[in-house]
Each structure stands twice: as structure tokens, then as C-alpha cells.
């Protein structure tokens, strides 16, 4: 079983919350999803979030196929 890493309670599911990256230097953002423990909310992981980076793909490819 996976446990958190301050409060070590064992964690089923993580609790998703989105969230923006900046890198450093820039002022672009990023759209990402930390993955946090549902008991203490610290932050075990995070991510750029793939359904949003997915629906670009998709909207930039649409776009660039209606201007041919
Ligand atoms: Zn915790």
C-alpha cells in the first residue's frame, strides 16, 4: 500500500486538484494537476494535465486542417 511521505497514512486515492506551473523565468502556464494526500493535502505528485494538453492537440490540429 502507498503512504504518504509526512504523514505516512496509507493512501487509496489521491485527492486531484489543478493547478498552474510557471517555469522560471517565463511567463507562460502551465495547466497541471498536483495528486495530494487526502489526509494531511501535502503534495505527492503532480503533472501537466493530459485531457487539457489532449483537447490543444486536438483544437490545433482542427485548426490547422480548416486553413488548408
Ligand atoms: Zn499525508
Redesign the pocket.
Known amino acids: 500500500m502507498s503512504k504518504?511521505?509526512?504523514?505516512?497514512?496509507t493512501?487509496s486515492r489521491f485527492r486531484m486538484e489543478r493547478i498552474k506551473a510557471q517555469e522560471s523565468g517565463s511567463a507562460l502556464l502551465w495547466n497541471c494537476l498536483a495528486y495530494n494526500?487526502?489526509?494531511?493535502?501535502?503534495v505527492?505528485s503532480m503533472q501537466i494535465d493530459p485531457i487539457l494538453v489532449r483537447d490543444e492537440i486536438v483544437a490545433e490540429v482542427k485548426a490547422s486542417l480548416s486553413r488548408q
Open positions: 504518504c511521505p509526512k504523514c505516512e497514512m493512501i494526500c487526502p489526509h494531511c493535502g501535502t505527492v
